[in-house]
């Protein structure tokens, strides 16, 4: 069985705005390499095998200085990357408001959400399933460290959780904690979410 500790890179500039980053690549700001220092210490107790990690800068950023600590072997792969948000990119939360009835409509469609010229969340889950699922071929039986993004995440719990990812359903995670998700038989399952770090 591999297992796959599943977490959210560190605080951008644009997360401290409420900005959607999609897949802009942005880098950490201080306080996200600071989380990303006090996640080392802590995630240093545990047997990890190796890391991997989405391609996007903040994400490796986040990778690259926990394994200041836990020296693993890194890997990457670019269909980890946070969802392709299309035209609402880079608009905050209080732009998102102005368009209410355009999101409240996507939203209904749960796993179909898809923004203006972006990605569906369902896109984003097969992309994130196939990895995951083709790194637990080629690497067998491994404890692995996993550092992607909140859309990648939620996608993989709601469903795996059993949720259609609509207006409703109760959120399966909470931020900046780590998620356990198991392979086994070619098949994922949710180990456990949640997890302190």
């Not at 071929?137 to 990812?165: E, R, W």
């Amino acid at each position: 069985m591999t297992t796959f500790f599943c977490m959210r890179h560190g605080l951008t500039e644009w997360n401290r705005e409420s900005r959607i980053q999609g897949k802009t690549d942005i880098s950490l700001c201080n306080e996200g390499r600071d989380m990303a220092r006090e996640w080392a210490k802590a995630l240093s107790g545990q047997n990890f095998d190796c890391i991997l990690t989405s391609g996007l800068e903040r994400s490796r950023e986040t990778a690259e200085i926990i394994n200041e600590t836990l020296g693993l072997p890194m890997h990457e792969d670019q269909r980890l990357a946070e969802q392709d948000w299309g035209e609402w990119t880079e608009l905050t939360k209080t732009d998102l408001k102005k368009l209410r009835k355009q999101v409240l409509q996507q939203e209904k469609l749960g796993l179909d959400f898809r923004p203006p010229g972006g990605e569906s969340r369902n896109e984003v889950l097969m992309r994130a399933c196939d990895a995951l699922m083709d790194f637990n071929d080629s690497h067998p039986d491994k404890s692995v460290l996993v550092i992607t993004h909140n859309g990648v995440i939620k996608s993989l719990a709601y469903v795996l959780s059993g949720l259609d990812f609509l207006p409703g359903d109760p959120l399966p995670i909470k931020p900046y904690c780590l998620h356990r998700i198991e392979c086994m038989d070619n098949e994922l399952a949710i180990g456990e979410l949640n997890m302190e770090l």
